[in-house]
């Protein structure tokens, strides 16, 4: 099979040997900064002519060749704006936007042989690349305010920079290097470098490689630093960092150094002092040196990721500095560390070739990282990681679809392309670094962990053997990783053909799933397996290959593997051992342990006490197993295995009874349990008590194995002084009383004891005598606490509001103890504010379940840029959380301006993660928010403005998927393009915004027995304020309107203008108690130009203008449309339900809602020539109204009209009332005399003129265009919106293209 990109991908004719990067100056106020690069390139033809860059966002002054020869240059980024198309722009489709965004990335893609920077070399250089000499390419640039690529870090308080602690550093998005300075910005492009910076005396620039001298300028004020990376090194790898760091050289590898912000010193030191350690296990386990000469570890302040390794040198967050007294953050620093130096090896020594060979460097890096894992903390903790993470990849590829690690052979079915990392969705990046870990753990299984090891030391030796020799065209390619090189390695290795493998995994997406259940067969001793596959799930794939399958049999564990060929496969598996009745004998285990077991609850005849499949999870896979609850129990008991114990715990979620209770008690108290075991078993055996709650006995689950274990001798109901020597107990001690906390009685409340008991928990807690902080401890009591609210029975008000004016005992105590540990954080804060975040997210339950208002201005001042960023996450999840519930535009507009201009790039990336996970509204739902202007807001974040941060650019795209799908979003209007074909007799392409007369004789034909009641004003007035709720305020100015073209005219013939669609409907419709509504749609023509058949509009004077509705009385919102009206931009701030805005019915002319249905035909007309040729029209809904259940009572009674205030100028009279009314007698005669006209076969001129005059007299228009005041109800205003989107006709006779 070959590869597509071997297919498509050219030749460059040049080849990078070095570069030279020199920042000269900067500037932190205004954060920028001046330098110039130097590439050195050797011509591989000798016709070669011009020469392609990467560069985004800096300013090039002026390219010279050789020092001497000025050079033309041409600058053109696509992707700054991806869709520029009007016509594409318009739908605002996703689908469009993949297809042009990855053009436009392709277009100066380097790995293409293309850049941004297009270099036309000049004459005088043609004799040199004539004969192949190099050439050095020299380019003066600067960079302000950059918005991606380099974070200038500048605190507000007074002092100097260095005083204030400001500094700058780099960071990595795939392929960001262009980003702060111009470069091949490309893995396959190695070169050796040399980095010079210049900056303030009481700044360190800290870089890639060797430092070889430091530099003072003449004047004394700065000072240059030189670095020199004789090894050859990707672009993307090159990184720097400057500001006023503290250095500490490592005691035991001077070699390693370490860089924090001032006043981190002391943490620093002990937060590294285990760092030697790593470097000996690697080099160890590879046999293979460190590849670099020196290592450099600097912790920044806003760090786009918690670290990021380049050559060299890696950046992390502050936030994983810690002291001696803290135990959590110690695991999580410890395995990014270890992480860091496994990426030197693989990932910034050895890189990938192309973006398709990426799983390789990331999945060895991850994989040598969870080896150390193994080392450092356990088989369990191993185990257990690499569980969690298959289970991870499992869910995430059975949701979303499949990953392909490698997408050159195939592409998965997402709404993303996969072929550049600059598309790929941030959420399916990270399961795809998880799935490249877990291939290469397959492949371990495969060839064996010895062999492997010896494939990654062959690999380090190729590429050290290539970077120490000099600059040749191939020279350095063996520091490429590709998937062939791979296998060719470990063909020469191993002498195994893996490519099988590599075809099945890496070249497919999904994963294997299982299902399988066992009889055992009592005559012939044998248990019976029938195992089935489901591959046509969604991502999932179809498995051939063996699976082992593991019987834990009276006489000892066996294993036996089969090979899966269909899709269901049984197979008999003879037993080693027979039943024993009263027989007692140790049973041996799979360990080699034997243990005593009570056999009484499993079935006499069989000798099977559980089965297991993949027990060394070899498969990336799914299993569902099916066996007796009796066969959990005694798995959860005596295996030791902490995956199988793990999966009897999810398998006894299913069977609630006493036997389940004992064998999770006893796992519980088991002190050679694993920790995350009798966590996972004491949050079981929560669910298993709220399901028992009815036969439960005896105090609350778990009160009495917390006490004692950690209960006072003296008193068992007082907790001991805190002592977290005993780690395991440490990790109980948190996670008891949260499962606790889960438990309910049989009012679905929880238990005020365990409310007692957990208070008592704050109440007696002492750390006085403790050598660890108990931060964490503290914030898990608050999150148990947070657990046990249930919802108030409140009552809502006429608004939509939940008032709860009197809190129960156990909710006021609640509430007091988390005020008061919030108040006690302000004056003695704790590591990493663990208990503010806690006590902020319990605020937001309190208040999600009615015990306090539904407020967001405590979660808005905590998010604000310069709190503590763990802080202003949780506070940012909290207010996601309340635009979810409470359907908030002004929040949601703010979340938006914080993922486009927060400072903090990490956060920004969060909150539109929190986003995409908890979006306000789902594909297909109605909301009040689905308008068109968060459309347009989300467009213009994805197309334009987050241009130079692809990750948050893609983030910003699962937002948007989430909420409108990969087309067209229902919300806006319809197309100019838009046209539907008839399917009847011909196809005859029309416009459904024009009613022919056969149409309109068939609305009335079918009208004739429902007498007319005028109703058309309170339709009008009702779309009106659908449409105030769904979409922004736009002038009158503004047209809104497309050209209308006559129905009988040719589909691209010159259209008729200002025509308006209105719609009527009977007002038994309006009041909900009548039968089905019935559409009549009628024409009406401006004062125009317009021609008909030959006959001028214009001179029909009778016809009352639509446009010239400004003079028509004010219409006050409804309480529920208030909060959603007003503008993005609106002053008072969006969705504020302060005051009732209103609305004159003037802005009928002017709303843009999705509610319009305003077609045309004319592709070719644009929105600028349209807003220069035609005023505003009205156009009512193409759609009757329909039931919206569920917003307010649906009840007989609720049709009240809502009449609002009439102006003193129009007074409303009795002679208006009764001509809106009209006469049903008079409407049938009417109505007749129509039909009977339309039977001829040729039209009357005149009887145009008069229909248009007895349409707008019976519509209640008075002479000067003032239309009834009637309003409808607000069961009747609500009950139009769930069908105004639909654009198109609903009848059978026609197909939407």
């Keep these: 099979m070959m590869k597509q990109e071997e297919l498509i991908e050219p030749r460059r004719s040049y080849k990078l040997a070095h570069q030279v990067l020199c920042i000269k100056a900067i500037n932190f106020n205004k954060q920028s900064l001046i330098g110039y690069v130097e590439l050195t390139i050797y011509p591989l033809r000798a016709d070669l002519r011009e020469i392609k860059i990467n560069s985004k966002q800096s300013r090039i002054y002026r390219i010279l060749v050789n020092g001497s020869w000025e050079c033309k240059f041409w600058y053109s980024d696509p992707t700054l704006e991806a869709v520029q198309k009007e016509e594409q722009t318009r739908t605002r489709s996703l689908d469009n936007f993949e297809k042009e965004y990855l053009s436009g990335l392709n277009s100066v893609n380097p790995d293409f042989g293309n850049g941004e920077v297009f270099i036309k070399l000049p004459p005088e250089a043609i004799p040199t690349i004539a004969d192949l000499q190099p050439l050095r390419i020299n380019i003066e640039f600067s960079l302000e305010q950059p918005e991606g690529g380099l974070h200038f870090v500048v605190p507000g308080n007074e002092g100097s920079m260095a005083e204030r602690g400001a500094h700058m550093f780099s960071y990595r998005v795939e392929n960001s290097a262009r980003l702060w300075f111009p470069c091949i910005d490309c893995y396959a492009e190695p070169c050796t470098w040399k980095l010079e910076f210049t900056c303030d005396l009481s700044m360190t620039a800290v870089s890639c490689g060797d430092l070889l001298e430091m530099v003072y300028t003449s004047d004394r004020r700065q000072k240059t630093y030189h670095y020199y990376l004789s090894t050859p090194t990707s672009a993307p790898n090159i990184a720097v960092a400057i500001g006023p760091f503290e250095m500490l050289v490592d005691p035991n590898m001077h070699e390693v150094t370490h860089f924090c912000l001032p006043h981190l010193k002391s943490i620093l030191k002990h937060t590294t002092s285990y760092l030697h350690e790593s470097f000996e296990f690697f080099e160890e386990l590879m046999s293979s040196r460190y590849p670099y000469s020196c290592y450099k570890q600097v912790f920044v302040d806003e760090a786009y990721e918690d670290a990021q390794s380049f050559a060299t040198m890696t950046i992390f967050s502050t936030n994983l500095l810690h002291s001696s007294r803290i135990i959590d953050q110690t695991i999580i620093t410890r395995k990014y560390m270890a992480s860091a130096i496994a990426q ?89 670094h998880k799935k490249a870990l877990l291939i290469v753990r397959m492949l371990e299984a495969r060839i064996g962990a010895t062999l492997l090891l010896q494939v990654f030391n062959k690999l380090q030796a190729l590429a050290f053997t290539a970077s120490q020799q000099k600059f040749m065209a191939t020279a350095w390619n063996n520091m490429l990783l590709s998937t062939n090189s791979f296998l060719k390695v470990i063909f020469t290795v191993t002498g195994k053909d893996i490519q099988p493998f590599i075809d099945q995994w890496v070249c497919q997406s999904g994963c294997a799933r299982f299902v399988g259940n066992f009889v055992f067969n009592r005559k012939r001793n044998v248990v019976e397996i029938e195992i089935r596959q489901d591959y046509t799930a969604k991502g999932s794939l179809r498995y051939v290959g063996p699976l082992e399958v593991t019987i834990q049999e009276l006489d000892g564990s066996f294993n036996h593997t089969f090979n899966i060929e269909e899709n269901k496969t049984k197979f008999e598996i003879t037993c080693h051992s027979k039943s024993r009745r009263n027989k007692k004998k140790k049973i041996p285990l799979l360990t080699g342990e034997e243990v005593d077991m009570d056999l009484s609850a499993m079935d006499a005849d069989s000798p099977v006490l559980w089965l297991r499949m993949d027990k060394d999870l070899n498969l990336l896979r799914s299993i569902t197993w099916e066996q007796p609850d009796y066969m959990s129990q005694y798995q959860l008991r005596y295996e030791r295995d902490v995956v199988a114990q793990c999966e009897a715990i999810q398998a006894l979620k299913a069977f609630p009874s006493a036997a389940t209770r004992k064998a999770l008690t006893d796992v519980l108290e088991c002190e050679q349990s694993y920790y995350k075991v009798r966590i996972e078993a004491a949050m079981c055996l929560a669910k298993i008590a709220n399901m028992m709650v009815s036969t439960w006995a005896g105090p609350p689950a778990m009160l009495t194995i917390f006490r004692k274990l950690f209960g006072s001798h003296s008193c068992p109901s007082i907790v001991r002084q805190n002592n977290f020597t005993n780690l395991q107990h440490y990790f109980l001690i948190k996670a008891i009383p949260q499962a606790m906390a889960q438990l309910r009685n049989l009012h679905n409340i929880c238990p005020p004891e365990v409310v007692r008991f957990l208070l008592d928990l704050f109440k007696y807690n002492d750390n006085s005598k403790n050598k660890y902080s108990d931060n964490y401890y503290r914030a898990a009591l608050v999150d148990a606490l947070a657990a046990t609210v249930t919802p108030a029975v409140t009552t809502v008000t006429l608004t939509g509001q939940s ?14 103890e988390v005020t008061r540990c919030l108040n006690l954080e302000k004056l003695l804060p704790c590591y990493g504010h663990t208990v503010t975040v806690s006590c902020l997210r319990a605020i937001r339950i309190l208040q999600k379940f009615g015990h306090l208002p539904s407020d967001p201005s405590i979660f808005r001042s905590y998010a604000q840029h310069g709190v503590y960023q763990d802080v202003r996450l949780v506070a940012i999840e909290s207010l996601v959380d309340f635009i979810k519930t409470d359907v908030n535009v002004s929040e949601l507009y703010w979340l938006l301006e914080v993922v486009d201009r927060d400072p903090d790039r990490f956060v920004s990336y969060e909150t539109i993660r929190m986003l995409s996970a908890k979006p306000p509204f789902n594909r297909g739902e109605d909301s009040l928010l689905n308008t068109e202007a968060l459309v347009n807001r989300l467009w213009k974040l994805i197309n334009c403005s987050l241009a130079s941060d692809s990750k948050i650019r893609c983030g910003v795209v699962d937002f948007y998927f989430a909420m409108f799908g990969k087309y067209r979003p229902a919300c806006l209007h319809v197309p100019d393009s838009f046209m539907v074909f008839s399917n009847v007799k011909e196809k005859k392409p029309i416009n459904p915004a024009i009613v022919s007369e056969t149409m309109t004789d068939m609305f009335e034909d079918d009208d004739e027995d429902i007498p007319s009641l005028g109703a058309t004003t309170s339709l009008q007035t009702s779309s009106l304020l659908l449409d105030s709720a769904a979409s922004p305020i736009i002038s009158m100015d503004t047209p809104t309107g497309g050209i209308k073209r006559r129905a009988e005219s040719p589909p691209f013939a010159p259209p008729s203008k200002f025509t308006s669609l209105m719609k009527q409907e009977s007002s038994s419709s309006l009041h909900g108690d009548g039968p089905a509504p019935v559409k009549k749609l009628k024409i009406m023509f401006g004062r125009c130009s317009s021609v008909e058949e030959g006959v001028n509009v214009t001179t029909s004077k009778s016809v009352a203008p639509v446009t010239k509705v400004e003079r028509l009385p004010p219409v006050l919102l409804p309480e529920f449309l208030r909060f959603s009206w007003g503008g993005v931009d609106s002053p008072e701030g969006r969705g ?43 156009v009512a809904p193409a759609s009757g109204p329909t039931s919206f259940h569920g917003l307010f009572p649906s009840s007989a009674s609720s049709s009240a009209n809502v009449l609002p205030p009439t102006p003193s100028s129009q007074p409303t009279t009795d002679t208006q009332v009764g001509d809106m009314t009209g006469d049903s007698t008079r409407h049938r005669l009417k109505k007749k005399k129509k039909k009977n006209k339309h039977k001829h076969k040729h039209k009357h001129k005149h009887d145009r003129a008069d229909r248009g005059r007895e349409r707008s007299g019976d519509r209640g228009w008075g002479e000067r265009g003032v239309a009834s005041p009637m309003v409808p109800s607000v069961q009747s205003v609500t009950s139009m919106s769930s069908n105004t989107r639909d654009s198109a006709p609903s009848s059978p006779d026609f197909e939407v293209i």
């Design 803 to 816: 008032v709860n004016t009197d809190l129960s005992s156990d909710t006021k105590a609640i509430l007091e």
């Design 344 to 432: 030197q090896f693989f990932g910034c020594f050895i890189v990938m070739q192309t973006w398709c060979d990426a799983w390789l460097p990331k999945g060895i890096s991850a994989f040598l990282g969870e080896l150390f894992v193994k080392k450092t903390f356990g088989n369990n903790e191993y185990k257990h990681g690499i569980a969690q993470c298959l289970r991870e990849v499992e869910q995430y590829e059975a949701l979303s679809g499949g990953i392909v690690l490698d997408p050159s052979y195939s592409k998965p079915a997402t709404y993303f392309s996969c072929m550049q990392p600059q598309t790929i969705s941030p959420t399916y990046m990270e399961m795809y």
């Design 1136 to 1178: 504020s339900r302060a005051e009732a805005p209103v609305l004159p019915l003037a802005m009928a002319g002017g709303l843009d809602s999705c509610s319009q249905s305003r077609l045309s035909e004319d592709s070719n007309s644009s929105q600028g020539d349209s807003s220069q040729s035609r005023p505003p029209t009205t």
